[in-house]
């Protein structure tokens, strides 16, 4: 079965505060992985896609990378309005090819 | 560009009403979608439409019918309303399916 787990579920960051989010996936193909953040009230926005082991995209302070088993969201020196949910996802092989969604990561940054 | 665009933003029901949720997109997309949210839970995929004039049940479906208008809309309907249905309902489009989704705002939907 496919399948998403994020983690950590929360993490609390101080300002300039380099860390790591993680998104392991299980599926029988890989044809995409997904980063969206989600603003408390707002509908997920789309900030990466990767497609090999290997491949690593970037913007701004975010840093996408991925390997055969997991993507990692790489956040160097982090600013309060980094702070949202962090979600990733795959395409399904049963649905359709429609996207599944790990339960996300909220991060928290502080100043 | 509008991108992505539900209606009602809010919402409030009693059990046992009925109601449709509207979802348009502007960027000729072909497959559409409808996920709900709920706290612990993550976005669940209730139904969507690979194409115009085709549409799947996802995860969730139970309690829910689609009809997928034409190429720009998609419709969520509830016949009659669950407190379990308490949700907030999330639609995206894609220009293919497993392509990149892009999400509308969201309706805030309460059943009491």
């Known amino acids: 079965e496919d399948q998403v787990t994020q983690s950590p579920e929360a993490l609390r960051l101080q300002e300039g505060e380099s860390s790591s989010l993680n998104c392991s996936y299980t599926?029988?193909?890989?044809?995409?992985l997904f980063w969206y953040r989600q603003d408390p009230g707002k509908g997920p926005e789309f900030l990466f896609t990767?497609?090999?082991a290997g491949e690593e995209k970037e913007k701004e302070r975010l840093k996408a990378t991925l390997t055969k088993k997991e993507s990692f969201l790489h956040i160097t020196a982090p600013k309060p309005e980094d702070s949202a949910t962090y979600l990733c996802?795959?395409?399904?092989?049963?649905?359709?090819?429609?996207?599944?969604f790990g339960k996300g990561t909220t991060l928290s940054v502080s100043s | 560009n509008a991108g992505v665009t539900q209606t009602p933003k809010f919402q409030v029901l009693k059990t046992g009403q009925s109601m449709t949720l509207q979802c348009a997109q502007d960027?000729?997309?072909?497959?559409m979608y409808w996920y709900r949210q709920d706290p612990g839970m993550g976005l669940r995929l209730i139904y969507y439409?690979?194409?115009?004039?085709?549409?799947d049940k996802g995860e969730v479906p139970n309690g829910y019918n689609v009809s997928r208008l034409n190429k720009r809309e998609f419709s969520l309907r509830l016949e009659s309303a669950a407190p379990s249905q308490t949700s907030v309902y999330f639609c995206?489009?894609?220009?293919?399916?497993?392509?990149?989704?892009?999400f509308g705002p969201g309706t805030r939907l309460t059943v009491l």
């Open positions: 439409s690979a194409s115009e004039g085709t549409t």
């Open positions: 995206a489009s894609s220009e293919y399916g497993g392509g990149t989704q892009y």
């Open positions: 599926v029988s193909v890989l044809r995409g």
């Open positions: 960027m000729n997309h072909n497959s």
């Open positions: 996802a795959v395409p399904a092989n049963q649905a359709g090819t429609a996207l599944i």
């Open positions: 990767l497609y090999s």
